[in-house]
């Protein structure tokens, strides 16, 4: 296999996504953010979609594609093919640690998870007690990102899903085109899911742009999927999430429990 991209990626989904979430989020990428090419998107990344969904849908093919991961990709899947203990075999436990005197602060490294920003590239270190991100008020300490990762919001059922859709539908937003010197772009939403977003904007961002997305109802980092001229000076540009934080009203955040 000499594919090199990175199917899960592609898709918006973790590496132990079920068949059903994946599923999902293919469709709502050819659907809601208007991917197929019959609803104006690009044929070749279209077909790269269906290739991965085809992939992943299918466990003996997804079995070949994981174990080709983990010779050639292994830095991206962070861990998560770390087999499952056998608890049939496991050694005698050793004896417990002292515990540290008070002298002795408690600060290991293992308290804290190291986050790479999707959009600045900082280093964040975020206590484990807020990982995996149940509380999505994560947030770049540098450039204010979210660090919540969008699949940690596709837990909400569907009519969750509608009530997010009808409050971030028209509604304005700021997209920063690069860290730290890009342009701030106003526009306005045009369609809103879990998965990603349609915007109006004044000005054309490149395919494949990474941007940071802010608005009344929700925060993202967000990566352009396609875009399309409809006047003068205005382009509808679909755009697909990396990392997403939702508000219940302006100051305050949503968080979701998984």
């Known amino acids: 296999m000499h594919n090199k ?19 999902a989020s293919h469709r709502v990428m050819m659907q809601k953010l208007r991917m197929h090419p019959d609803l104006g998107g690009d044929a070749a990344l279209a077909g790269q979609l269906n290739a991965a969904l085809d992939t992943l849908m299918d466990a003996e093919k997804r079995a070949r594609y994981d174990a080709w991961l983990r010779d050639h990709q292994p830095e991206s899947l962070a861990n998560r093919f770390q087999p499952a203990p056998d608890f049939n075999d496991q050694p005698e436990p050793e004896p417990p640690s002292p515990e ?24 964040n270190r975020i206590p484990l007690s807020r990982a995996p991100f149940s509380a999505s008020a ?19 059922d569907e009519s969750e899903q509608r009530h997010w859709q009808r409050l971030s539908l028209g509604v304005e937003v700021s997209v920063k085109t690069a860290w730290p010197d890009g342009d701030d772009v106003v526009g306005q939403t045009e369609d809103f899911s879990l998965q990603g977003v ?30 399309v001229p409809v006047a003068a000076g205005s382009w509808s540009v679909g755009l697909r999430f990396c990392t997403l934080t939702l508000r219940m009203a302006p100051g305050q955040l949503f968080s979701v429990s998984v």
Do not use: W
């Open 5 to 23: 991209r990175n199917y899960y990626r592609m898709l918006n989904v973790q590496f132990d996504a079920p068949p059903a979430v994946i599923k």
């Open 100 to 123: 540290p005197s008070p002298a002795e602060p408690a600060t290991a490294q293992a308290s804290v998870q190291e986050i790479t920003c999707a959009f600045c590239g900082e280093q």
């Open 138 to 156: 994560s947030r770049c300490s540098r450039c204010e990102a979210p660090l919540t990762p969008v699949a940690e919001q596709l837990h909400m």
């Open 198 to 227: 349609k915007l109006r904007v004044p000005a054309a961002l490149a395919l494949s742009q990474r941007v940071l997305i802010r608005a009344q109802t929700f925060d993202a980092v967000a990566d352009v999927a396609h875009i």
